[in-house]
């Protein structure tokens, strides 16, 4: 059998829940052949099928995530190693990126809360040769990822990681304030209908946030205000059905918000800023 003919019957077998099935399929083949999936298409589609793709696919059809079972996933130009420990970055995450450099182009000091894989710190401190950041994370799991890619994308030396909670009173003592604050929290609602390929394999944690999607948002985006500094700008990813509330919380919060898109349409991201404080004038007497 071909490359060409294990690939169709492969994609036809994942079925049509599967949103992604010729794409995992082509990926998990490229991995076999040890080729990128651009020579695999260009290259090697009248090849032998490799019996290396066999258990690859076997762990695919078994709804576990294609990053996962090679190690790795690219964002924004990275390629970053991704385990059970961490969400699989996405691409429609790099709206956040663009609207952070887009706000803050000359920013020095970033923190990323929820670091995870470390994917929007990096992403960030790629296209910003001058900033130095921190991510932090409540899983040890997952900052020991994060602070793997950082070396694997030769960006640690201007990255650090640390184990905090914002559920945590004082969870900020010690981190200062920051030009840039970049955030992905957990914000799927608990009886959320979730792909097999998400619900079984990526962490509870960094996906569930209560009963309405909102409660991350309700801890942390109040405590943004003290980790800003002066002209400072947070980036906080959302459900596409949450603009709204999180706004709302960002108003509670002395902050504006403006909504940001992805590619999609749908809306991904709101850019937080304090609002200033206006000085009033002293009231004149009617005459």
């Given at each position: ?10 994609a ?11 794409l ?11 080729v990128s ?14 019996p290396?793709?066999e ?9 576990e ?28 995450s ?5 609207a952070?450099?887009?706000?803050r ?36 799991g ?21 184990e ?5 009173p ?6 200062d304030?920051?030009?840039l604050?970049?955030a ?9 209908e ?5 619900r ?66 749908r809306?991904r ?19």
């Amino acid at each position: 059998m071909t490359v060409a003919e294990r690939l169709r019957d492969a994609a036809a077998a994942l079925g049509p829940g599967a949103s992604t099935a010729r794409l995992d399929v082509e990926l998990l083949m490229a991995h076999a052949l040890g080729v990128s999936r651009s020579d695999l298409l260009l290259r090697h589609m009248r090849d032998p099928a490799p019996p290396a793709f066999e258990p690859l696919f076997a762990r695919r059809r078994a709804s576990e995530p294609v990053a996962y079972i090679m190690g790795h996933a690219e964002f924004w130009s990275l390629d970053l190693a991704v385990t059970p420990d961490v969400l699989i970055p996405r691409a429609d995450s790099e709206t956040l990126v663009e609207a952070a450099l887009a706000a803050r182009p000359a920013a020095r000091r970033v923190l990323d809360c929820g670091t995870g894989s470390g994917a929007l710190l990096l992403a960030v401190l790629s296209a910003l040769p001058e900033a130095r950041g921190v991510g932090i994370d409540r899983s040890p799991g997952a900052l020991a990822v994060a602070a793997g890619n950082a070396e694997r994308t030769g960006l640690a030396a201007r990255a650090m990681f640390h184990e905090r909670d914002w559920d945590v009173p004082g969870w900020a003592s010690g981190l200062d304030r920051f030009d840039l604050i970049l955030a992905n929290p957990p914000y799927v609602e608990d009886a959320a209908e979730l792909e097999a390929v998400v619900r079984d394999h990526e962490p509870a944690g960094a996906l569930f946030a209560g009963a309405e999607g909102l409660d991350a948002y309700r801890v942390l985006v109040p405590q943004l205000p003290g980790l800003l500094a002066p002209g400072g700008v947070a980036l906080v990813e959302i459900g596409w059905r949450q603009a709204e509330a999180v706004a709302a919380l960002a108003a509670g919060a002395g902050l504006s918000a403006r909504l940001h898109h992805d590619l999609g349409g749908r809306p991904r991201a709101l850019e937080m800023a304090i609002l200033p404080k206006i000085s009033l004038g002293k009231a004149s007497s009617a005459d």
